[in-house]
């Protein structure tokens, strides 16, 4: 029973253009979601996050949005460049609780 | 060296023996993490540790045992696995030890450990 969901294992995308990346979750009781960035042979790192009461946040070239109704999250990266391959992570966690739930993982490719 | 260090990065172990991966963080961060990551699976958290105690241990299985000794290593000592316990397994520390804060962890490299 996953809580959080990434349906898409994959995606491609030409350098330049948005990546969207989707994440779906099942828990109302999330309140505070991240994005983790993976390269290959490296731990995922920190990208972005957003808490419950916002609907947006942006940093520089990454903007994730909430839809709290339909419990879905996304990043977008604008303009993709080539050092953006790697493996998304979505994440979520609720009130008081320490425990991340991370979802399975879409490997992004920018093609130049 | 900065961020987390995980030692050995890889590892093979055949089921009756009797290892340990090493995790050691050079930040100041007051909680650290394992997790497990399987082929094709989402990570899992198996131990958590705030200001090296124990916090949390999710219905790990006791042949993963993991120990705390102070607030920068952190130790998972592995007896008696399974080839299913075949895995990278990420070692994590955060600044804080609660709310949103404690979300936004520094992972190591992680160590890949196969059974055999």
């Known amino acids: 029973d996953q809580q959080v969901k990434q349906n898409s294992p994959s995606l491609s995308v030409q350098e330049g253009r948005i990546s969207i990346l989707n994440c779906d979750y099942t828990n109302s009781m999330f309140d505070y979601f991240l994005w983790y960035k993976k390269y290959p042979a490296e731990g995922p790192t920190f990208l972005i996050s957003i808490s419950s009461i916002k609907d947006k946040n942006e940093d520089g070239r990454f903007t994730v949005f909430l839809n709290k109704s339909a419990k879905h999250l996304s990043l977008h990266i604008v303009p993709s460049q080539p050092g953006d391959s790697a493996v998304y992570f979505c994440?979520?966690?609720?009130?008081?609780?320490?425990?991340?739930?991370f979802g399975q993982g879409t490997r992004l490719t920018i093609n130049p | 060296e900065t961020g987390v260090t995980q030692t050995p990065r890889h590892l093979v172990m055949g089921m009756t023996n009797k290892k340990s991966l090493k995790c050691e963080q050079h930040?100041?961060?007051?909680?650290m993490y394992w997790y497990k990551q399987s082929a094709k699976k989402p990570l899992e958290l198996m131990f958590v540790y705030s200001l090296e105690e124990r916090v949390e241990n999710n219905s790990v299985p006791s042949r993963f045992s993991p120990e705390c000794p102070n607030s920068s290593h952190l130790f998972l000592h592995l007896h008696t696995l399974q080839p299913e316990d075949s895995a990278l397994y990420l070692c994590a520390s955060s600044q804080e030890t609660q709310g949103p804060g404690a979300n936004v962890l520094t992972f190591g490299a992680g160590s890949r450990l196969t059974v055999l």
């Open positions: 994440a979520a966690s609720g009130k008081g609780a320490q425990k991340l739930v």
């Open positions: 930040l100041g961060h007051n909680a």
